[in-house]
T-cell receptor
Framework: KQEVTQIPAALSVPEGENLVLNCSFT??????LQWFRQDPGKGLTSLLL?????REQTSGRLNASLDKSSGRSTLYIAASQPGDSATYLC???????????FGTGTRLQVTL | NAGVTQTPKFQVLKTGQSMTLQCAQD?????MSWYRQDPGMGLRLIHY???????DQGEVPNGYNVSRSTTEDFPLRLLSAAPSQTSVYFC?????????????FGNGTRLTVT
C-alpha cells in the first residue's frame, strides 16, 4: 500500500527566503505526483503535476522535482512571500491515474 | 466558469439521519471523485467515477453511496450518518484518466454528526 510522508509538518520562514518542502513515498510505481496548496477553509489548488517520465516541473517561483528511484519529491519556493502562507500537500497516483494517495501536508508560514 | 461547486458548505446531522452532498462541475470533466479530510490523516478517497454510469470504490467507501447519471453531477449519499463520518468532504474532477491531467477541487462541505 502506498504511503506518502511530508516533513516537516510545519515551517516558519522570514519573507524573501528560499525554501524546500519534502515529500516521500514508499512505492515507486507511480503515474504522477502532484503538489497542491490549501488555504484555511478552502479546497485544494493544483500547483504542479510531474508525470512519472519527468524529472521536474516549473511554474513561476515554484519548482518541483521527482526522483522515483529514491521515492522522493521536493517543492522549491523561491523568494517566499507572506501570500505563500498555506498548507502544501503532495499526492501520488499509483497503479492507476484514478486514485491519489495524499500526504498530511506541510503548513508554511512566511513572516514579514 | 464556476469550476467545481459543492453544496452545502456546512451541515449538522443527528446519528441515523440521511443526506446527500451535492457536487457539480462545468468543465466537461469525465473523472469525478469524493475525498474526506480528517486531521492528521490526509485526504482519503471515498468513491470515484470515470464517466456517466460508471462508479468505483476508493479507500474508505463504507457508509457512502454514489451514482453518476450525468457528466456534470456526482452526488454523495450518506444513508445513515454516524459520528465517525464527521469530516470535511471534497469533490474533485479532472479531464479523463490520463496521467497529465491535474485534479480540480471544490471548496468542501464541513459535516458534523452528533
Amino acid at each position: 500500500k502506498q504511503e506518502v510522508t511530508q516533513i516537516p509538518a510545519a515551517l516558519s520562514v522570514p519573507e524573501g527566503e528560499n525554501l524546500v518542502l519534502n515529500c516521500s513515498f514508499t512505492d515507486s510505481a507511480i503515474y504522477n505526483l502532484q503538489w497542491f496548496r490549501q488555504d484555511p477553509g478552502k479546497g485544494l489548488t493544483s500547483l504542479l503535476l510531474i508525470q512519472s517520465s519527468q524529472r521536474e516541473q516549473t511554474s513561476g517561483r515554484l519548482n518541483a522535482s521527482l526522483d522515483k528511484s529514491s521515492g522522493r519529491s521536493t517543492l522549491y519556493i523561491a523568494a517566499s512571500q507572506p501570500g505563500d502562507s498555506a498548507t502544501y500537500l503532495c499526492a501520488v497516483a499509483t497503479g492507476t491515474a484514478s486514485k491519489l494517495t495524499f500526504g498530511t501536508g506541510t503548513r508554511l508560514q512566511v513572516t514579514l | 466558469n464556476a469550476g467545481v461547486t459543492q453544496t452545502p458548505k456546512f451541515q449538522v446531522l443527528k446519528t441515523g439521519q440521511s443526506m446527500t452532498l451535492q457536487c457539480a462541475q462545468d468543465m466537461n470533466h469525465e473523472y469525478m471523485s469524493w475525498y474526506r479530510q480528517d486531521p492528521g490523516m490526509g485526504l482519503r478517497l471515498i468513491h470515484y467515477s470515470v464517466g456517466a454510469g460508471i462508479t468505483d470504490q476508493g479507500e474508505v467507501p463504507n457508509g457512502y453511496n454514489v451514482s453518476r447519471s450525468t457528466t456534470e453531477d456526482f452526488p454523495l449519499r450518506l444513508l445513515s450518518a454516524a459520528p465517525s463520518q464527521t469530516s470535511v468532504y471534497f469533490c474533485a474532477s479532472k479531464l479523463g484518466q490520463a496521467g497529465y491531467s491535474p485534479l480540480h477541487f471544490g471548496n468542501g462541505t464541513r459535516l458534523t454528526v452528533t
